[in-house]
C-alpha cells in the first residue's frame, strides 16, 4: 500500500474552485480503485467520487455530481479532484483513498470499507 498524499486544499469563496491532488509513492501503483471521501465536523464521512483504476470509469455522490470532477495520471500516480461551483456545504476535510484488496463493482465502488489505505486529508473551507 502506498502512503497517499493531498495537497490543494484551502479557502476559497463560495462559486470558486479548486483542484485537490493525491500523489502515491512507490511503484508499480496499480490499485483497484481511487476515492475521494469528505467529512464535516459532526457528520460521517461521505463519499464523494471514485475511479476503477482499470477502465477509468468515474463515479459520483448525488452532492457533488455535476459540480466535481476526478481524473488521474498513471505516469504521475497520482488522481485529481476538481471542485467548481463551490458551496458552503462543501467545507470538510477532503480525504484520498485506495483499494488494494477488492475489485469494485458500482455498489461497492462508493464504501468507505472498500479502502484499505488513507491520506491524512486536506481542509477545503467555503466562505465569504
Known amino acids: 500500500q502506498a502512503p497517499l498524499v493531498e495537497s490543494g486544499g484551502g479557502l476559497v469563496q463560495p462559486g470558486g474552485s479548486l483542484r485537490l491532488s493525491c500523489s502515491a509513492s512507490?511503484?508499480?501503483?496499480?490499485?483497484?480503485?481511487m476515492a475521494w471521501f469528505r467529512q464535516a465536523p459532526g457528520k460521517d464521512r461521505e463519499f464523494v467520487a471514485a475511479?476503477?483504476?482499470?477502465?477509468?470509469?468515474?463515479f459520483y455522490g448525488n452532492s457533488v455530481k455535476g459540480r466535481f470532477t476526478m481524473s488521474r495520471d498513471k505516469a504521475k500516480n497520482a488522481v485529481y479532484l476538481y471542485l467548481n461551483s463551490l458551496e458552503p456545504e462543501d467545507t470538510a476535510v477532503y480525504y484520498c483513498?485506495?483499494?488494494?484488496?477488492?475489485?469494485?463493482?458500482?455498489?461497492?465502488?462508493?464504501?468507505?470499507?472498500?479502502?484499505?489505505?488513507w491520506g491524512q486529508g486536506t481542509q477545503v473551507t467555503v466562505s465569504s
Open positions: 483513498a485506495g483499494n488494494s484488496r477488492l475489485r469494485p463493482i458500482a455498489s461497492t465502488i462508493k464504501l468507505r470499507e472498500t479502502y484499505d489505505y
Open positions: 475511479i476503477r483504476w482499470a477502465d477509468n470509469n468515474v
Open positions: 512507490g511503484s508499480p501503483f496499480t490499485p483497484y480503485s
